[in-house]
């Protein structure tokens, strides 16, 4: 049996180059493939990489589908099924809106592929293929990953590894609590190990990719000694309350920890209130949270969201401010947005304030649209809030300036001007960027 596994592209201009910074290593592909029986032939294409070669023989494609890459996710559906192929669609996208899945596949994967997968494989080979598998949160220990798939596919040069699972807070725009119904699962701390070790000489940085690292800070804290012991570097992503823990910052910048992701959102506590993120007020702060990850060493990649109705035309200044004077590593400046499945989402379409039935299908939307009407700015005002943001937040002057409160860890600090200059260069390329293929014309194939 020939199985494809397809990684779709959020969209395409023509001529044009896609995002650099989107070309990490699709690591629920290389999951899927470690997962597949060695009978079986699998091919892997990325559609931010390289072309599809849609009439290469094959028995089946399987597509990890996403909300920003649904729609060109369909597009890939409907060329292979206009061939005759069919198609299995899976992930958070899927999941979050399955009957619109169902529409562009032969087959769903709804929840975690892991439990499941066997069972599509051998439905698929004996011609019995269901319409809808459901794949339960299991425990999870033994997973395989195999990236051999990527050998010779040009992504950044960051090794990612997958530590835990889900997140137990409640932020009201997260897809995360949906998905995984606000709970939080770490992989045993010997297989993290072992993944990892097998990797560092190819590797000189790693992305630990859990939704939150600190979802479980027991577990945490009886990984960090193993990770020590392995002297590698590694960024993740936490939740702030992890960060106010001075004892968890400084295991972790001993286990090799150089930097994190962490969701600051908004500056004002009333808009933290209504996305039910109180405890990114807790204790000292924003203040007292970023001292201790800086006496330690680690940096910061702060986000900030911009929608919510305390959101005025100072508000992307003063964010800026922020990050600037706590010499931030980088920062994200994004519109809020309501994805589907998620408590905002639900609350906005009571409320009719979605400015599409579904974004993320609706091809006059572009990435860095409003998909919704804000209470207080116009949505197009926030659009270019943020778009001003970045571009003063990556301007020359202010890289140099934040260099210098980064310099602590000699790789991080060489690799912080390239890093800061692929985001320069990209503010303008990100705004307007299309969902879909612009130049496919043929219209989505919609199963009978």
Same mark, same amino acid.
Request: proline residues 6%; hydrophobic residues 40%.
């Given at each position: 049996?020939?199985?494809?596994? @397809? ?103 709804? +929840?975690?592929?892991?439990? @499941? ?41 960051? *090794? ?90 400084? *295991?972790?910048?001993?286990? +090799? ?49 911009? +929608? ?43 409320? *009719? ?96």
């Amino acid at each position: 049996m020939r199985l494809t596994l @397809i990684q779709p592209a959020i969209g395409h201009r023509p001529g044009e180059s896609y995002i650099r910074s989107w070309q990490m290593e699709p690591l629920p592909i290389a999951t899927l493939a470690g997962l597949t029986p060695a009978h079986v032939e699998l091919s892997f294409y990325d559609d931010r990489l390289e072309s599809i070669p849609y009439d290469a023989p094959t028995d089946a494609v399987a597509i990890p589908v996403e909300t920003y890459t649904a729609r060109r996710a369909y597009q890939i559906a409907s060329e292979y099924r206009r061939r005759g192929v069919p198609v299995i669609l899976g992930g958070f996208h899927p999941t979050l809106v399955p009957e619109e899945a169902a529409r562009f596949g032969e087959a769903i994967i709804c +929840g975690e592929a892991e439990a @499941i997968w066997p069972e599509v494989l051998d439905d698929l080979a004996h011609g019995r293929l269901q319409s809808r598998y459901q794949g339960e949160r299991g425990a999870l220990a033994n997973i395989v990953v195999d990236r051999s798939i990527f050998c010779g596919k040009r992504y950044l040069p960051i *090794g990612l590894i997958e530590t835990g699972r889900g997140c137990r807070f409640p932020c009201e725009f997260c897809a995360i609590q949906t998905f995984f119904g606000r709970s939080y699962r770490s992989r045993p701390a010997g297989d993290v190990v072992r993944e990892l070790a097998a990797l560092r000489a190819e590797k000189k940085l790693f992305f630990f990719v859990d939704d939150n690292f600190a979802g479980d800070m027991k577990a945490g804290r009886e990984l960090l000694p193993e990770l020590a012991a392995l002297k590698t570097r590694w960024i993740t992503q936490i939740s702030i309350n992890a960060a106010h823990d001075e004892a968890f910052v400084a *295991g972790m910048a001993r286990a +090799g920890c150089r930097g994190v992701l962490i969701g600051f959102e908004s500056l004002d506590a009333d808009n933290l209130r209504a996305m039910n993120k109180r405890f990114n007020t807790m204790k000292s702060g924003y203040a007292g949270a970023l001292a201790n990850l800086r006496r330690h060493g680690i940096g910061v990649y702060g986000t900030f969201v911009f +929608g919510y109705q305390n959101d005025t035309a100072d508000s992307f200044d003063e964010a800026v401010d922020f990050a600037l004077e706590q010499k931030m590593y980088l920062a994200a400046f994004n519109h809020l947005t309501p994805f589907p499945g998620t408590p905002l989402y639900t609350r906005l379409q009571a409320e *009719g304030r979605l400015r599409f039935d579904a974004w993320w299908l609706d091809r006059r939307y572009r990435y860095n649209d409003l998909p919704f009407v804000p209470e207080r700015l116009a949505p197009e005002a926030i659009t270019a809030g943020c778009v001003a943001a970045r571009r003063r937040f990556y301007a020359w002057p202010n890289i140099l300036r934040r260099s210098l409160g980064n310099a602590r860890d000699a790789f991080m600090w060489r690799n912080f001007f390239p890093i800061n200059a692929m985001h320069r260069n990209e503010v303008a390329l990100r705004n307007g960027y299309p969902l879909g293929d612009e130049t496919t014309e043929s219209p989505l194939l919609e199963c009978a």
